[in-house]
């Protein structure tokens, strides 16, 4: 425990209202602080190796785009989810957290290479351009398995999504912006900070022609067609899951709907369905799955591992940005998976490192406060063993039988990030909450309450209801996704606190964590 009962000082200290990041390092220890400071070196140098010879465009980006900057802080959101962590855990949050900045790194060197805004008249980018296909956020890039001579590059993700989970204020602006063109206030800031990049023309130009999909919601439909105009020169197909995924009458018109965006890439881009490497490629999308279930499987025990957002973040980069294809992420998913099993060897022969608590985070988390649970457990013993983000499509791909594997491919895009739960009837959000609940003997669900979402806000008596009767915690912490504004981290807290000292009648473990100011912090 980071916590001095002695000298009153914790963790609360290292945060001030007038500092964005640490006011200094934190001491644990020789060996940890080594190795934490030497994680925070590495990943520097590996963006300084990586973008380097990219600066000229770098500068222009960052002059020309508002969320190239935030990359810059990268290190700080590592530093904010490994904060109080010693040890295995240490390691396991740092591993996790460099394999999605490892791919993102690589993703905005690409950018830099091809980018219409950056590089001019550029011959070299231009061939680059026609040989890339761009993807919206909310749309896995599962379908470039069996393209294995296109790139292909998530534009949203990179100048959305993972800017806003590393600098909780990259989104203020672009959602300012659309606002500003008559948009409601009470719109989901998700797709409200698309549609902002899109009127404030901050999408980078990487590609011929680009995949979007129906997304789990009308904010987002919405948001495909202003992005139909936006991208206007050049060709746009919508992939568009079924709503009820679970019913077997609509899986072959999920099947349809993938051959159809297939053969709009073929055509585009002027290469064929390749089936030797989509059969590589779904190896690798096993192998990942593979890892994840075993995750599971040890957080579902009395010693859980790999827990908050070291699981959740991971897998979900891993899954929706990198679509299993990157093979330094599976060697970081052998290589924590290895890890995992031996510190699991080691707390269960001992009998410690048991948490005080155990939860399950459900709902659409806050982007701007991804170490949420990490506080939770620094500061009551809360330790979130597994998270609705992370319980993305996990079933294994049929290798060899070319109907199957696309029946396979079509459910990945069915059960992709919030679709798999907030489609399909209550039952994939209401019922499945309580099956995890058993499966992973928690007795707390951190709820998240996106106040700017209708899907989950219309049940919220029936999950009161059901939590009550199952005698579980259901602890509401509100949010506003990307938007700090409308609910701060300070607020989400102090929302968690309530319930524990009210209901639980606990004390904290650190009592510095309780209440600080961090609203100006990355």
Known sequence: MAYDPKTGKGLGRFYDADHRAFKFREWKGLKDTLYDYGRWMYLYCFMAAQLGPYAPQMVKGMLRYRWLVPYLTAANMVDRHTIGQRGKELQYSHKQFFSVLHHSVIKVKEIMQRDANLNGNSKKAEALRNNTVMFDEMTPSLIMMGFPTLDWIDIAMMSVGMPSEVDQNSCVYYIDAIEHFGLAPDVCPEPATECGVAVTDDYPRVGKCYVTSSMPCDGAVQQTALMSRYLKDVDIFQITPPQRINEPEVQ??????LKKAIKFIEDEMGVKWDWDAFWKNAEMYNQMAECMIEKWDVNATDYP??????????????????ACMDKYMLKTDLEVTKMMHKGYEHDSKLGVNKPKYRCIVWACPAHYYTNFANWA??????????????????????????????????????RMMMRSHTNGGYVNLLDELWKMCDRFNVNIVIMYDHVSCRNVGGLHGLFEDEARKRGIHLIWVPHDVMDPRTVSRREMRDAFNKYMINVFREEPLDPTLLDYEDNLSW
């Open 252 to 257: 072959d018109y999920a099947v349809k709907n």
């Open 305 to 322: 591992q790999v827990c908050g957002a070291a699981l959740a973040l991971q897998r979900e980069f891993e899954f929706m940005g990198a």
């Open 377 to 414: 457990d620094l500061c009551w013993g809360v330790r979130c063993v597994n998270d609705m983000e992370a319980m993305l499509s996990y079933l294994p791909i049929t290798i060899g039988d070319k109907e199957q594997a696309l029946k396979d491919l079509a459910r990945c895009y069915e």
